[in-house]
């Protein structure tokens, strides 16, 4: 059972555009949606992270928007650059994310082109 | 701090051959995981530990595959008799309460296993 569906599965943006990425959960109880950024051959690292109480966060060109009603997230890339060009995961949790199962999506691979 | 520090960063072994992967975590983490990435499945938990126990083991696939943390700094992913579908990367994590900025899961550069 797929408990966090992410698309699409790649995404070519030109430079300075704006990067979307998706995903939709089925667990209620999910409390911590944390996105991480794969750069080739490194392990993930958390980017940036949002909790049920509030429909956006922002750290830069990074927003996440949430829907709690559609069970769904988002993650916008503002003013997309080259060295954006990673595999971004999103993931869900309960109890905060440290502990835990951490249910990851399938990934997206974003190409910024220049 | 050195970061979660994996060992060996590449292994090539034959089918049947035993594995030991290695795993450091940041001082002062008390939740380890170990994770599995494939093309095919993406990321998957296999088993995590709090304060050197296991708490879950539903993700590892199978008997062949077991994990030890004997203290704080220290545990092991072992896979006996491996098999060419566990070719993958396995990557380790370490958190703990109110780790960076969202109790993030700080990961390793991944262990790249090839069983041919």
């Known amino acids: 059972q797929q408990q966090v569906k992410q698309s699409p599965q790649s995404l070519i943006v030109q430079k300075g555009g704006i990067s979307i990425i998706n995903c939709a959960y089925e667990?209620?109880?999910?409390?911590?949606f944390p996105w991480y950024q794969q750069f080739p051959g490194k392990g993930p690292a958390l980017l940036i992270a949002?909790?049920?109480?509030?429909s956006e966060k922002k750290e830069g060109r990074f927003t996440i928007s949430f829907n709690k009603s559609a069970k769904q997230f988002s993650l916008h890339i503002m003013d997309s650059q080259p060295g954006d060009s990673a595999t971004y995961f999103c993931?869900?949790?309960?109890?905060?994310?440290?502990?835990?199962?951490?249910?990851f999506g399938k990934g997206t691979k974003l190409s910024v082109k220049p | 701090d050195a970061g979660v520090i994996q060992s060996p960063r590449h292994e090539v072994t034959e089918m049947g051959q035993e594995v030991t992967l290695r795993c450091k975590p940041i001082?002062?983490?008390?939740?380890l995981f170990w994770y599995r990435q494939t093309m095919m499945r993406g990321l998957e938990l296999l088993i995590y530990?709090?304060?050197?126990?296991?708490i879950d083991d539903s993700g590892m696939p199978e008997d062949r595959f077991s994990a030890k943390m004997p203290n704080a700094s220290f545990s092991t992913l072992k896979i006996q008799p491996s098999e060419p579908r566990d070719s993958a990367v396995y990557f380790c994590?370490?958190?703990?309460w109110g780790s960076g900025a969202y109790n993030e899961q700080f990961f390793g550069p991944g262990t790249r296993l090839t069983v041919l």
């Open positions: 993931a869900a949790s309960k109890h905060g994310g440290s502990q835990g199962n951490l249910i």
């Open positions: 530990f709090n304060n050197n126990v296991p």
């Open positions: 949002i909790r049920p109480d509030v």
């Open positions: 994590a370490s958190s703990t």
């Open positions: 001082s002062g983490h008390d939740y």
């Open positions: 667990n209620t109880a999910f409390d911590y």
